[in-house]
């Protein structure tokens, strides 16, 4: 397919076939229990179907479709290892990938927006994109002052697409559940589809890319190109060369992926504690791994960098993370439950009409705080599938009491993204001094200890999972 499907009728007959094919594989394993075989096998080959004809449907039409789909593709290291196998290189094309627009609709786009003479503003660009995400495709080009620089495109029609495939998907969401297990899937299509004017709006996009280009210009571990132009449905920024984190997640070395790691977590807590903003769109495609400065260039060489892309999609935090974040997360380390308790409350995490067990919350949340218990934590896809088995069977108190839990609107996305975070960190099975990063950038989460804190801060665990073989 070389063109967005804008046609209403077309996207939605496109997004019908999902749940159909759903409907179909149900029945197919109805009958293959009857025939004998184990449910557990014929869930897995359910999952399995699932997953093939939802990526490749998702991956076609680009859109809220898409979106939807690198969001959900962060969580793969949630799938068991027998299905995440197959489907992780279709899921990284989603990150990274998806059909071009036609020449002749880009330079109709470029004509309108930057005018007929658009040309005269290059000095080279090259028609083939680069790159191509949910609501628009990357070119390269060199700048009329000589620099090279990344042109982004909005599909024509984009919003009007995002916002139908997100309906259409919200109205079949629970039939993807099982696919992810432990994650509700319909307040993340919610939440993308509340996001979408702002995601189209590249004035917005620019202005926080400027945001965090100025905060992080003598960075030494992040990079993140400057805005060169920005009109309505155009944007053009610095190129960046580097390899794609989704390169690394598959063939990088070791001190790759542990860099990566570290730096992206750093970024993920750093980023509102010093713009303001939180970047909330973590998937691979949006990341880069840099070489080491040159010593000779610009101050002494060091490590690899992280390069950040795409800013569409941001939380506006001018106090940084909440404060209440820190102040529980720490708490909860050193057996403070009735304190974690009360701020859970305050916070709407727990209805004023529900009552639990403060010591129930504090066994529920300690597995999945763990890296920050620790002074570094190898993130394995199998530690992530453990957190999402655990909270996803029924018959887990952790199941139970989490249903029991409200997520505040205020914190929806503030959860997505450290989620997501988590999943890319999991995949790239890193090895993280993560406490550092917590320390130095999230509010409430250094305060001084007291007596009882520091006592129980000594027995608790000392080292994290050993790496996946």
Known sequence: ????????????????????????????GLGKRIGGRSAEIVTRELQQRTADQLF?????????????????????????????????????????????????TVH???????????????????????????????????????????VKVQYPGAGEALLSDLAQLGRF???????????????????????????????LE??????HAAEFADDPDVVVPEVVYQGEQVIVTEWMEGVPLAEVISDGSAEERDRAGQLLARFLFSGPARTGLLHADPHPGNFRLLPPRDAEEDGPAGEFRLGVLDFGTVDRLPGGLPETTGEALRMSLVGEAEAVYDRLRGEGFVRESVELDPDAV?????????????????????????????????????????????????????????????????????????????????PGFAGEPDDGEAMAAGAGPGTGPAPAG
């Open 56 to 104: 490749k449907v998702l991956g076609e039409l680009k859109g809220g479709a898409m979106k939807f789909g690198q969001a959900l593709s962060v969580f793969e290291s949630a799938l068991p290892e027998e299905i995440a196998g197959p489907y992780r290189a279709a899921l990284t094309k989603l990150q990274e990938a998806a059909p071009p627009m036609p020449v002749r």
């Open 362 to 442: 504090l066994d529920y949340l300690l597995p999945i705080i763990e890296p920050a218990a620790v002074e570094e934590f190898t993130f394995t896809r199998g530690w992530m599938r453990d957190q999402a088995a655990r909270i996803a069977d029924p018959r887990s108190p952790a199941y139970q009491l989490g249903k029991q839990l409200n997520l505040p609107p205020s914190y929806l996305l503030i959860h997505r993204v450290t989620l997501s975070t988590i999943g890319v960190l999991c995949q790239l099975n890193a090895t993280v001094r993560l406490r550092d990063e917590l320390e130095d950038w999230l």
């Open 108 to 150: 109709a786009v470029l004509a309108e927006r930057m005018g007929e003479e658009w040309r005269e503003l290059f000095l080279e660009f090259d028609d083939k994109p680069s790159a191509a995400a949910s609501i628009g495709q990357v070119h390269r080009a060199v700048w009329h002052d000589g620099r090279e620089v990344a």
């Open 206 to 211: 620019a202005e926080a890319q400027r945001a």
């Open 1 to 28: 397919m070389s063109d967005l499907p804008r046609k209403a009728v077309t996207r939605t007959a496109k997004l019908a076939t999902l749940p159909l094919g759903f409907a179909g594989r149900a029945t197919w």
């Open 173 to 203: 969401a629970r039939l993807l559940g099982p696919l992810i297990p432990g994650m509700d899937i319909k307040p993340l299509i919610t939440e993308l589809r509340d996001r979408v004017a702002e995601e189209l709006d590249y004035g």
